[in-house]
């Protein structure tokens, strides 16, 4: 019923714009958004949190075009493929927009034979998927990125891109939050323990990956209903993905008698109990959590897969903290540069790719529902006149201090009012304001007020600059 | 000849592309690059200098997804929008990557129905034109904006537009440049004047547009044979477009018997006048030349343009400084925003954009050239040990030091070789290690080594990060 009333409400969409097609639209394609000045502040400082924890986790930075050859794109997304935006055939390549920042990384590794290398990358992705705006779901977005490639011991790599999901998450005070994690290799190794055939593999990761919107019952009669596995499978597939814990669940596994026996999951189950001594060691799995149901869409991960998620505020009295979504997501990819290379040369990488657009809803919300006024400038002192025909004067002060890399403005007026010009640093926020007035020219002075207190003060024309960086030195 | 010569350069280029057809082709689209690691260091440091200027001068920032409906780009480009990429009808709507940031801009000022705004805007933007890559012409690439949108006593902003390009240039240090300035109203009455019918203004601009290239013999030839300009009126523009100088032209100009009748050219002298007068405040006319031969491309600009270009070394010995190419251009626009408003009603800009793909030629030439080695992190301390199974303890300190926001690395190996872990600071340039040892752990200290020194000191471990920050705070 949802997806017929969905597509009612497309139909009902569409005719609105055809009925308006004679005159111009004046919009933003479906699916994007401008950034307001507002927005932008939030956005940066979201983005400097997280380039902060990539460099200081010594990482370097790359970037690659918007679009790729199409075939550069193809065969690497399976059934998500069909999301992709590709250019027009106007001459020349067939181009495509980047779907993730993930396959033109190991483009990237491949071309310049790089073996070596731990970069973050953060840039907009496309995708044709239906957009939930309000949820932070666009079809151009941003991904930050952060990855490691190269052929290092087990699971060092791996372990140091979860403590950065944790710092993040930390850092950013989104609330409680959960890392999940699973193992690729462990989920094939239970899938053929309960029985399922090699070929459905791939159709029942993708059912067990719906597990987090959808109960264990649904799931199930899909596998046994549209995919047609059997009952007995898809009952011992349910009871292993009920399975979530830490160490404890680890090495009660590494004792099954079934996963036991099966080289992957054994193999997996190995590098879950090191990866969970380095998660240890790190101080932090009290937000981890080895999660059997976790299992991720894309086809390219072979090993430690994993995805955080945020939960409900725990003043909204609910019995069991929910989760409200994923914020960060991420994994080992071996296979992929090896696809790109010529001679199938393998880069073994793992990265996370941290999922902003959530994060900037969740923020801007807050904001918006906060007393607080943020901010869109850094501008420190409006140079403003008491008098009339002063505009001389003000461009001269202005650019003197422009010059000595004071963040200044003026309104663009030949003869704006004192009041006109006070107002405009209450409503900008400006701290500070530069008054000059045929006396202080003569007495060769400003007249520096600060805004917030309405105090005012003659500083000597040549200490102004001086006087303006000690007074907004703390921002 | 240098034309031909290219077209079969082109058609083997072509060649070699279609014999490899069958095989995959590992690069990146057609006039685009990958920026590495140097590339971003680079990039990074030009991006600080202009966006510290834009927030010096006041600016909000805004951003705008990569591409628009179809329509928001029609009609603005004149001939060059058959440059402007399309997306493919993959169904919805109709979308093309932006062309540059001006018309989105004017975009979201009539969608959001802003009437003043000082914003900027670094961002991407998409031309199918002929790439040139070694001389900064790509198919994809930056452009970094600043505008002021809103109604204003008349050229304070174009004047402080023109402060800011003089700003950059000098901040980034690439030598001597000169920033031309013109204005359509005074091209449009020099036109008239000299008998040009209405119908040919736009196409007789666009050949003056071309005399930084080529000659004026050249440009009078296309006027007279291709565009059928009479020769007389090619003369007169040809007596014109000679000229430039400061104030004492704007002048002599307005002195001029047939300029001075020109209503369209008076107002545009009567601003240019004040335009220099305001520029002689902020004391940059020494690098800023009124030239009527200055015409720019686009079709929407009403006022002043200008536009800034580099001059040739003077150690390369020429007699003139000769322009080696625009690295800045911009000017006044005041009808655009009203194309996109439903009511038309007006929103005057001025704005410039700096042509960073340019000058990151530039520097990138400049540090091949040098014997400078540019560091791609920012890492402060390695985490290393002298022995072996030390693991556990290499993870548990480069825990604790970036939980206290040192920025710090370690090998990804289990028992790495000491010498190995020092040659890595060598080569990434990090200036400490902090080496953990049997004996060292014992005492409850770490052996901290300065790499350029090779001095080795021991350190409490809970003085560590502390004494990490200060031997690293000059960075």
Redesign the interface.
């Given at each position: 019923i949802a997806k017929e009333v969905a597509k009612l409400l497309e139909m009902k969409a569409q005719l609105g714009e055809d009925e308006g097609k004679h005159?111009?639209?004046?919009?933003?394609?479906?699916g994007?958004?401008?950034?307001?000045?507002k927005q932008?502040a939030i956005?940066?400082r979201v983005f400097n949190a997280i380039t902060s924890c990539f460099?200081?986790?010594?990482?370097?930075?790359?970037?690659?075009?918007?679009?790729?050859?199409k075939?550069t794109l193809t065969g690497k997304y399976g059934e998500d493929s069909k999301l992709i935006?590709?250019?027009?055939?106007?001459g020349?390549?067939l181009?495509s927009?980047r779907y993730d920042l993930t396959v033109p990384f190991a483009?990237?590794l491949?071309?310049?034979k790089i073996s070596n290398?731990k970069?973050y990358h953060i840039a907009?992705v496309?995708r044709?998927d239906n957009p939930a705006m309000t949820r932070g779901r666009y079809r151009?977005f941003y991904q930050c990125d952060f990855d490691?490639a190269?052929q290092?011991?087990p699971m060092?790599?791996d372990?140091e891109c979860l403590?950065i999901v944790h710092?993040i998450l930390s850092d950013l005070q989104l609330g409680d939050f959960l890392i999940k994690v699973n193992d690729r290799r462990i989920l094939d190794g239970m899938f053929a323990v309960c029985g399922v055939p090699d070929s459905k593999f791939r159709t029942i990761c993708s059912s067990v990956d719906k597990l987090d919107k959808v109960p264990w019952e649904d799931v199930r009669s899909e596998m046994v209903g549209e995919k047609g596995l059997s009952p007995e499978a898809a009952d011992g597939i349910g009871e292993y993905v009920q399975l979530h814990g830490g160490l404890e669940l680890i090495e009660r596994l590494l004792q099954d008698p079934k996963l036991s026996q099966n080289k992957l999951a054994k193999e997996g189950l190995g590098d879950m109990k090191l990866l969970f001594e380095?998660l240890t060691?790190?101080?932090i799995t009290g937000k981890i959590s080895f999660d059997l149901s976790l299992a991720r869409g894309l086809d390219y991960y072979t090993g430690v897969i994993f995805e955080a998620v945020l939960l409900q505020q725990e003043n909204e009295h609910v019995e069991e903290p929910l989760s409200v979504g994923s914020v960060a997501g991420g994994g080992r990819y071996d296979g992929l540069v090896g696809m790109?290379d010529?001679k199938g040369r393998k880069v073994p990488c793992v990265g996370v790719s941290i999922g902003i657009e959530r994060i900037f809803s969740i923020l801007e919300q807050r904001l918006e529902a906060s007393e607080e006024k943020i901010r869109?400038?850094?501008?420190q002192v409006l140079v403003a006149s008491a008098q009339k025909k002063l505009?001389?004067e003000r461009?001269?002060l202005i650019?003197e201090l422009?010059?000595a890399?004071?963040?200044?403005?003026m309104l663009?007026?030949?003869n704006p009012k004192l009041l006109n010009q006070l107002q405009y640093c209450e409503d900008t926020g400006i701290p500070l304001v530069a008054i000059v007035g045929e006396q202080e020219l003569k007495d060769g002075v400003v007249r520096l007020r600060i805004v917030a207190t309405r105090e005012e003060v003659n500083v000597r024309r040549e200490s102004l600059v001086e006087e303006i960086r000690i007074r907004t030195s703390q921002r």
């Open positions: 005159k111009f639209v004046l919009k933003t394609p479906k994007t958004r401008d950034y307001g000045p932008m956005r940066e460099k200081r986790h010594g990482a370097e930075v790359i970037d690659t075009p918007v679009f790729e050859l075939e935006y590709d250019l027009k055939d106007q020349g390549e181009l927009l483009r990237y491949a071309m310049n290398i970069r907009k496309y044709r151009e490691i190269g290092f011991d060092i790599p372990a403590k710092e380095y060691l790190f101080g790109f010529p869109t400038t850094e501008t505009l001389e461009l001269k650019s422009w010059d890399g004071i963040k200044a403005e663009y007026k030949k």
